[in-house]
């Protein structure tokens, strides 16, 4: 694949795609150490062909962005909270952390490298950085690899759902994550089982799929790459509390930002019964940033929450504040923002 060329970017039409840039982050875990790493230009991994990641999925990963602001600067948005959750997820999975403070520095070395690549302020677009680590042993048996390879790849994305536009959503039949399963670590199988549901959900007219809790199917869980949230007709922010669920970065500085705001927040049960207790709904994350639903279609019955067309109020408000810190327009109150 060619490496991306700067003049042939259209900053205001990224899409959320994959594009080549010059540099890119490599370390490997070998002789019970890692070793050390640093920049490459090889955006090529190769594995044996019995790679444990290849056929039992050893693999994490993270999303994270690079935001520029109005005076030209760089900078991340809790790039220490990525830095935990890897080594998180790959507790799980059984693989060798990566130690956190290398982490942060990997990625700042990522973004300086490439920095030229980072969208301009205004533009909407930020740089999407992606860390991740998979198991390369040779292994035809199941059990945890005693190698590894640490890498980090970063490009130029507009917003995966555009703008501030309410989406129609599906509930699935399908579980993302088993209730004692991966559902809380970054890893692969996750997304890979996502796949079918998703395509239903886009075959049939949505913008994506709800997960329901897998024990009950009673209750909300998330969307396949984002947390979700509702606004009560009290006026209060809710979010589903779940042991299946990726515990969101993004979610986590919302349920802040929704204190501040007096929406009295609260990690709680969400009935898929009971949508009509809820004026607001949409999706947060990394990627999504945070995106409205404008409906939610649940075994062919469609709930409306504020409009099909218009974000409403608090979902806006949650939006401007959250975009507004991660760019440099709001302050930073909490220390979120680290410079690059
Ligand atoms: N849930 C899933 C399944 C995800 O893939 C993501 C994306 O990272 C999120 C939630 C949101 O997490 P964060 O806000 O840390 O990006
Ligand atoms: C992210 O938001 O960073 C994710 O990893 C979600 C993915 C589906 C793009």
Do not use: C
């Amino acid at each position: 694949m060619a490496k991306q060329k700067l003049e042939d970017l259209d900053w205001t039409n990224l899409g959320f795609a994959y594009r080549d840039l010059p540099y890119s982050y490599n370390e490997e875990f070998k002789d019970g150490k890692w070793q050390n790493g640093g920049l490459t230009t090889d955006s090529t991994l190769t594995f044996n062909e019995a790679a444990e990641d290849l056929h039992y999925g050893q693999e994490v990963f993270e999303g994270m962005k690079a935001y520029r602001t109005k005076d030209g600067r760089i900078q991340l948005f809790r790039p220490d909270m990525n830095a935990k959750r890897f080594t998180n997820s790959a507790k799980r999975l059984v693989m060798e952390p990566y130690p956190e403070d290398k982490f942060v520095e990997a990625v700042k070395e990522v973004v300086k490298a490439n920095a030229d690549f980072v969208p301009p302020y205004g533009s909407g677009g930020s740089l999407y950085i992606r860390p991740f680590m998979v198991g390369t042993e040779p292994l035809v048996g199941v059990s945890p690899s005693s190698t590894y390879t640490f890498h980090i790849y970063a490009t130029p994305v507009g917003a995966y759902i555009k703008g501030l536009h309410p989406m129609p959503y599906m509930v699935s039949k399908y579980d993302r994550a088993a209730y004692a399963g991966t559902g809380q670590a970054k890893t692969a199988g996750n997304y890979a089982g996502s796949l079918l549901a998703a395509k239903e959900a886009k075959d049939n007219g949505f913008a994506g799929e709800l997960y329901l809790d897998p024990r009950q199917h009673k209750y909300v869980d998330e969307f396949g790459g984002a947390n979700f949230y509702a606004i009560g007709k009290d006026g209060k922010f809710y979010t589903p509390k779940s042991h299946s669920i990726l515990p969101s970065i993004t979610k986590k500085s919302i349920l802040q930002i929704a204190k501040d705001l007096g929406l009295d927040p609260s990690e709680t049960n969400i009935d898929v019964n009971d949508l009509d207790e809820y004026t607001e709904a949409g999706a947060m994350g990394t990627a999504a940033v945070i995106s409205p639903v404008g409906s939610l279609t649940n075994n062919g019955k469609k709930h409306v929450f504020y409009s099909e067309t218009e974000p409403g109020p608090i979902t806006q408000k949650l939006y401007d504040t959250l975009f507004g810190i991660q760019s440099g327009d709001v302050e930073d109150k909490y220390g979120w923002v680290v410079p690059v």
